[in-house]
Every structure is written in structure tokens, then in C-alpha cells.
């Protein structure tokens, strides 16, 4: 299922930081681009891995593909940072970072924050809101010209 029908929306404040993608990483930025989430996985055994990387870590072997993922998974863990923080993160303080166990995928993990929406802030959710084990739904938001996964309640 792809995750387009989420939202997608930019955001302007060029001072958040923003993932530099190397070879193994791009398809997961250029489907990310175009609204899916995908998760390596050995095109040998099947078995997913994230982060991606060129070999297989079950079966060794060095040919990969790209699985699509439903975007639903459920809170996992979360955290809120304190100071010190980076000036743009200090503005948004308190915010969230939550680890996300995928729904098709429970072995793979992935780090975000809960926002209200695709191009909301950071700190756009209550802290009180969010539980470990809530379920959630990835969209995405553009940061410095490359779109992020971020996650939102599926019952608000």
C-alpha cells in the first residue's frame, strides 16, 4: 500500500538538521520523495533490514530490493530532549523523538516525531498524547529539499 494519500508539506525553517543520503540510503530517500516508505530487503533470503547496507547480515548475500510498507506502525518509545540543544530544536522545545515498530515489519525500528500533521512543528503534540504502543501512520514533510518521514496519531 503506498503511503502517497498521507499528507506532504514543506518545511521552511532551513535550521533543522536533515539526512545526508550515501549509496545505500538513496532509494529510501527517492521513494520517500514520492511519498512510500520502503525497507531494504535481501532479494536471497527475503529478510528486511534497516538501516539499509550493501550485505545481508542473515544470509550474506549482496542483492537487495525495496519492500513496500503499509506506513502504520505503533509507538515503540519516545523521549523528550533537553537542554542543550541546537538553537532551531531549543525554539520547538519540548518536542518529541519517537522510535516507531513497524506493522508489517516489528523487527524494524525507525526514529521520527509525532507531529499533528505532515508540516506541523515539532512540539505539535502534547506531550500527555503520546503512549508507548499508540498506533501511528507515517507522512511525510520536506526539510531542506528532502522529504522525512514523520508520524501521526491514527485516532487524533
Known amino acids: 500500500m503506498t503511503t502517497t494519500n498521507a499528507m506532504n508539506a514543506t518545511t521552511t525553517d532551513q535550521s533543522l538538521l536533515s539526512p545526508v543520503p550515501d549509496d545505500d540510503g538513496a532509494p529510501f530517500w527517492e521513494y520517500a520523495a514520492r511519498g512510500e516508505l520502503r525497507i531494504q530487503s535481501c532479494a536471497d533470503c527475503g529478510e528486511l533490514r534497516f538501516p539499509p547496507r550493501p550485505c545481508c547480515p542473515h544470509c550474506h548475500s549482496f542483492a537487495s530490493g525495496w519492500r513496500e510498507m503499509s506506513g502504520r506502525g505503533k509507538v515503540w518509545s519516545y523521549v523528550f530532549p533537553h537542554p542543550p540543544l541546537l538553537p532551531a530544536y531549543a525554539e520547538q522545545a519540548p518536542y518529541n523523538a519517537i522510535v516507531v515498530e513497524l506493522a508489517d515489519a516489528p523487527r524494524i525500528r525507525l526514529v521520527g516525531n509525532l507531529v499533528s500533521g505532515a508540516g506541523e512543528a515539532l512540539n505539535s503534540v502534547p506531550p500527555e498524547r503520546i503512549r508507548i504502543g ?13 522529504a522525512v518521514p514523520r508520524w501521526v496519531l491514527e485516532r487524533p
Open 134 to 146: 499508540a498506533r501511528v501512520q507515517v507522512v511525510f514533510a520536506e526539510v531542506n529539499g528532502v
